[in-house]
C-alpha cells in the first residue's frame, strides 16, 4: 500500500491550494481516506475525513475553508484549500486505516501560508 501526496507549496494569506494523494495496493473505493496535518511543536491533527459512501466530516477550524473529495476511478485523494491562513501552516500527510492498529500513510507536503 502506498500514498504519495502532492500539491504543497508557498501561499499568501486569502489563497488557495489543491492537495492530491494517489493511493495505490489497495481497493481504494472501499476505505475511508483522511487528511491529517501537523504544525511545527504541535501534535499530528485530522483536518477532513471522506468514507467509501462520500460522507465527509471536516475539523472546526477548516470548514467552510476546506473541501474533502476523491476520485475512485482514479483512486486520488484531495483537498482543495481555500482563504489559507497562516495557522495552517503544517506538513499535510494523507491516510487510510485497513483495519486495526493497520494505518498507513503518505510522506507528507508542506503547506506554507505567509502573512
Known amino acids: 500500500v502506498q500514498l504519495q501526496a502532492s500539491g504543497g507549496g508557498l501561499v499568501q494569506a486569502g489563497g488557495s491550494l489543491r492537495l492530491s494523494c494517489v493511493v495505490t495496493g489497495i481497493t481504494f473505493s472501499l476505505y475511508t481516506v483522511d487528511w491529517y496535518r501537523q504544525a511545527p511543536g504541535n501534535q499530528r491533527e485530522m483536518v477532513a475525513q471522506?468514507?467509501?459512501?462520500?460522507?465527509?466530516s471536516y475539523a472546526d477550524s477548516v470548514k467552510g475553508r476546506f473541501t474533502i473529495s476523491r476520485d475512485n476511478a482514479k483512486n486520488i485523494l484531495y483537498l482543495q484549500m481555500n482563504s489559507l491562513q497562516p495557522e495552517d501552516t503544517a506538513v499535510y500527510y494523507c491516510h487510510t486505516q485497513l483495519r486495526e492498529r493497520l494505518h498507513y500513510w503518505g510522506q507528507g507536503t508542506l503547506v506554507t501560508v505567509s502573512s
Open positions: 471522506i468514507t467509501s459512501g462520500g460522507s465527509t
